[in-house]
């Protein structure tokens, strides 16, 4: 039997300042690794990935994947656990798990990761196995929320990658108009299996991701105070201002004027 390869990038508990604190937006990062966020208390923060809000609610696995463009809407606490694999089953099994689930069993995980802590600055061979054997054990608890596969969606491991380059067109391209037909052309596949792969890579339709991108990419804009409504709303792509305010507020149930005050207030304290 092969063994299963993964690397433990990161874990431990962390905080992002005390629960009462004004929220303040982090900049856009591009996820790397297979990362996750356990909470065990309620928060109304949380993280946002393409554009989508999680809060951090008690019993709460937050998961975001490699490609995925994440903030940090702070203050907010909890637990963290990241890994990097080329495994093609643990990649398959992380792929399909939720973005966003409800652990009955967060106790133990949150056992195993303070047991993780414990062990970190234990450099010996005993330390490591013990490590190895938590990470493994959390996996494991990890594994029995995936989703089921759908049929033929075998290859979308495979294809990460190449679906990764139309993530990238669509961040160069954002004032643009992007069709099916070019994100498809782009990754050298049929429009019907180029959407049902990337359906099934990233949890999205092509075009729910793209509206993803262009909102976190007007969040970031919102912050340069001096930016017309207008001229925002073209660098991001929407085709007139009332669209963006609309689409805007229909993803985040803000307007982007509340958004920008709230952020910069946020800033100020």
């Not at 330390?127 to 054997?133: A, D, F, I, T």
């Not at 669509?170 to 643009?176: G, K, S, T, V």
């Not at 429009?191 to 262009?214: D, E």
Request: charged residues 20%.
């Amino acid at each position: 039997m092969a063994d299963l390869a993964f690397s433990v990038v990161g874990f431990g508990a962390f905080g992002t300042g005390q629960q009462k604190g004004v929220p303040s937006l982090s900049a856009e990062r591009v996820i790397r690794a297979y990362e996750f966020e356990f909470y065990n208390e309620n928060f109304s923060n949380g993280l946002i990935h393409d554009g989508v809000f999680y809060p951090a609610k008690k019993g709460g696995c937050c998961l975001a994947k490699p490609g995925q463009v994440q903030q940090v809407l702070r203050p907010y606490r909890g637990y963290y656990f990241n890994v990097v694999t080329q495994d093609p089953d643990l990649c398959d099994m992380l792929d399909n798990l939720p973005g966003f689930f409800t652990l009955w069993n967060m106790s133990e995980v949150i056992d195993l990761l303070n047991q993780m802590i414990a062990t970190d600055e234990q450099n010996t061979l005993v330390g490591r196995m013990k490590l190895q054997s938590c990470a493994c054990r959390i996996l494991a608890i990890l594994s029995r929320y995936r989703k089921n596969p759908k049929a033929g969606e075998g290859s979308v491991y495979q294809n990460r990658k190449t679906l990764l380059m139309a993530d990238k067109y669509i961040r160069e391209h954002l004032a643009e108009e992007i069709s099916l037909e070019k994100l498809a052309k782009i990754c050298n596949m049929d429009q019907t299996y180029f959407h049902k792969l990337y359906t099934a890579a990233f949890g999205k339709t092509p075009v729910q991701r793209l509206l993803g991108f262009r909102i976190a990419a007007a969040k970031t804009g919102l912050l340069e105070n001096k930016v017309a409504m207008a001229e925002l709303a073209t660098r991001c792509g929407f085709s007139s201002q009332a669209y963006f305010s609309y689409k805007f507020k229909q993803v985040t149930g803000m307007t982007p004027l509340q958004y920008r005050k709230k952020a910069l207030e946020g800033r100020k304290n």
